[in-house]
Each structure stands twice: as structure tokens, then as C-alpha cells.
């Protein structure tokens, strides 16, 4: 049975060793020094670039970790996605149809779990070393398939990755709501991580002007998109892309077409009995969002669950972002999605 949450039982002595061996302290603060670096939010972390993303600077050495020790299975799936753009949303879905014939609906580890504790995130959670989730050598021990996450760009993804038969699934989202949605989240975190209360975000004009900009956390936005858009075209059986918009309109639609992806089909007996609602109703943001373990708790002692879990609506930008921001964004769309084949939906259907 797959446990509800890895049980860790490595010594600290344990880890230490193995941070030793994985990362060479010298190298990596030869690279953070040799990297553009700008200030995250007006805050007093640095973004620093990889390989043309900005990335937090304290995630640096994990993230470094991470590519060059990473060792994916073929029967792994990755969720992946820019932040902000309905991971936790595709994190409890796939969980709930991985694991439907393990748990009913009412005995699921969602119920007691924020979906953040069930799909790892890689670069933060497990390369971050933090103790509640698998550190990298026990990730072998997790059960098949293993369901993990990055937010990685897809040029910044381990080898490792990109090699295996492993399956992703890339989840995005219209860049209005998806930058609101940024403004709303990381200035509470970019507190607790700085402990600075004085700490004054940048309006929401300020943002916009970042987003743009690219110097955001993991932007650039578009080249972010583009690049698993591009290679899902190029491997259309290696990586689902999942459009936010597309999920609320026709979340059924999309939960089959996951489940296929996946191999694990829903047979006509399910569909029949009506699992394919259950799943959309446990994973709907209102059912989520009132449990107590995402009213109450704190993920990776650092966020509370509940800020995962704000307004959840395609088109909410619009209390935020004012006419000519919006006329500067279809511009942008315009050039930079122009010939891809690839577009977005400000508003609902
Ligand atoms: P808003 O801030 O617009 O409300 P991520 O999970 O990638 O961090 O994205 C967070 C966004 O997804 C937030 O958007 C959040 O409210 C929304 N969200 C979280 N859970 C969801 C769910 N189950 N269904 C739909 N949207 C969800």
C-alpha cells in the first residue's frame, strides 16, 4: 500500500553524510557568484538566473542537487508547472486517480493530508532536505508510481528526466490570473522567509511591470510555457499539456484524458459508478479548501496550507488589472505565442 506520507527514519547524522557527498559546497558558490542575480519582490532574496530562469537564491544549491543527481524511473510521473498555475489542483488529481483503488473517496489521504505532503516537489521539498518529506536516497523507496513535482523550466529539468519513460504532466495558465495569483502568494511567503515585517510588496502596476520583465520567481512566464509547450508537441506521449482554463470547463473531459495518459483508464464499471465526479468533487477548490488540514496547517513549517487555496476562478484578474495592462498583455501574447499553435482564455467560456 502506498503510505499517506513517507516515514522518515534517517538520522541526522545520515543526512549530513549525504549532503557531503552531493554537494560541493565550493562549486556552488562559485556558480551563485558568476550568475545575474535581482532582487526578488522588492525583498531582500535574491532571484539568481539558471539556465534563463530566475530562481530563488536559496534554493540554489538544492536545485543544483537536484540536476545533477536526480535519477528518474520509467514508471514515474512528474507533475510540472509555473507557479501559481493549478499545481495543487493537478497534484490532487492525479493522486485520487493513481491511488482510486487503494482509497474510497471518504478514506483518501487528502482528507487528512495538504496535496503538497502526497507529490513531492523536488527542488524544495526533497533536495531542501526537509524532514518531513523523503530525502534524495530514500525517494527509491517510495511506492510505484513515484508522484513527484518540479517547477523547473524544461531546459533547467534533470537529464535524467527528459531521458527516462517517465510520463509529465504540465499544467498552465492564462498570464493574468496566473500573475495575480503570484502577488497574492509570495509576498506572505518572502516574510516568513525573511522574517522581515517591514517587508512592503510591490503593487500590483510594480508586478506587472516584473511579470513582464521576466524577473519573477522561475520566469520568464512565456518561455516557461513555450518550452514543455514546444516539447510536447515534439512528444506528445511523453508530456500531457494541461490548460487551467480547459480543467474548469470540462474537468471530466480532462480527468479521463489524465488517466489515459497515465495507462490507468477508467474502466466503463467506474464511469458507471460515477468515480470520475467523485474525484472532480474531493479535488474541487471549495471541497479542498474547507478540510481542516488545509484550514489549519503549515506545510514545510514555512506556509500555511490555506494559501494554496484563494479564489480559484479563471478571469479573477480582473479586480486587479486595469484596461491598458490588459492591452499590453494581449501585445505580449501576440508576439511571443504568434505561430506556436498555443493560446489562452482570459475569461470563462
Ligand atoms: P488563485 O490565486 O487565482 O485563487 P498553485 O497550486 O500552482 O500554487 O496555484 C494556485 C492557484 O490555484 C490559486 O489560484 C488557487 O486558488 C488555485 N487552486 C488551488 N486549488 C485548486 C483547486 N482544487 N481547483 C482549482 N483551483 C485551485
Request: proline residues 7%; contains cysteine; glycine residues 6%.
Amino acid at each position: 500500500m502506498r503510505p499517506s506520507t513517507f516515514q522518515d527514519t534517517t538520522t541526522q547524522k545520515n543526512q549530513k553524510e549525504e549532503m557531503k557527498e552531493t554537494v560541493n559546497e565550493e562549486e556552488v558558490e562559485q556558480l551563485e557568484q558568476s550568475l545575474p542575480q535581482v532582487n526578488w519582490m522588492g525583498s531582500k532574496i535574491q532571484l539568481i538566473r539558471i539556465q534563463e530562469s530566475w530562481y530563488s537564491f536559496n534554493n540554489f544549491s538544492n536545485i543544483h542537487t537536484f540536476q545533477k543527481h536526480f535519477v528518474a524511473k520509467d514508471t514515474d510521473l512528474f507533475v510540472t508547472s509555473f507557479p501559481k498555475t493549478g499545481t495543487t489542483w493537478l497534484k490532487s488529481l492525479l493522486y485520487s486517480v493513481v491511488n482510486r483503488s487503494l482509497y474510497p473517496p471518504n478514506k483518501t489521504p487528502l482528507l487528512s493530508h495538504n496535496p503538497h505532503e502526497l507529490v513531492y516537489d523536488l527542488e524544495t521539498a526533497v533536495y531542501g532536505g526537509n524532514p518531513k518529506f523523503p530525502r534524495p536516497h530514500q525517494l527509491d523507496d517510495l511506492p510505484s508510481p513515484r508522484l513527484l513535482h518540479s517547477h523547473l523550466s524544461y531546459a533547467s529539468l534533470p537529464k535524467s528526466i527528459k531521458t527516462s519513460a517517465g510520463k509529465m504532466l504540465y499544467i498552465c495558465r492564462n498570464p493574468l490570473d496566473t500573475l495575480v495569483s503570484h502577488w497574492h502568494f509570495y509576498p506572505n511567503l518572502i516574510k516568513r522567509i525573511t522574517g522581515d515585517e517591514d517587508y512592503q510588496p510591490p503593487d500590483i502596476q510594480d508586478f506587472f511591470e516584473e511579470f513582464c520583465q521576466g524577473t519573477i520567481f522561475c520566469g520568464p512566464f512565456f518561455e516557461h510555457v513555450l518550452g514543455y509547450w514546444k516539447q510536447s508537441l515534439e512528444e506528445p506521449n511523453k508530456i500531457l499539456f494541461l490548460k487551467y482554463e480547459d480543467l474548469k470547463e470540462n474537468p471530466s473531459f480532462y480527468l479521463k484524458k489524465i488517466a489515459e495518459f497515465i495507462g490507468m483508464p477508467f474502466s466503463p464499471q467506474e464511469e458507471e459508478e460515477g468515480v470520475i465526479k467523485q474525484i472532480i468533487d474531493l479535488c474541487d477548490i471549495n471541497n479542498l479548501k474547507e478540510l481542516e488540514v488545509n484550514k489549519s496547517g503549515l506545510l514545510s513549517k514555512m506556509v500555511e496550507n490555506k494559501v494554496f487555496f484563494r479564489d480559484g476562478k479563471v478571469g479573477g484578474w480582473s479586480r486587479y488589472i486595469t484596461a491598458p495592462m490588459v492591452d499590453r498583455m494581449n501585445k505580449i501574447m501576440e508576439q511571443q505565442l504568434g505561430g506556436t499553435g498555443l493560446s489562452f482564455k482570459l475569461q470563462p467560456e
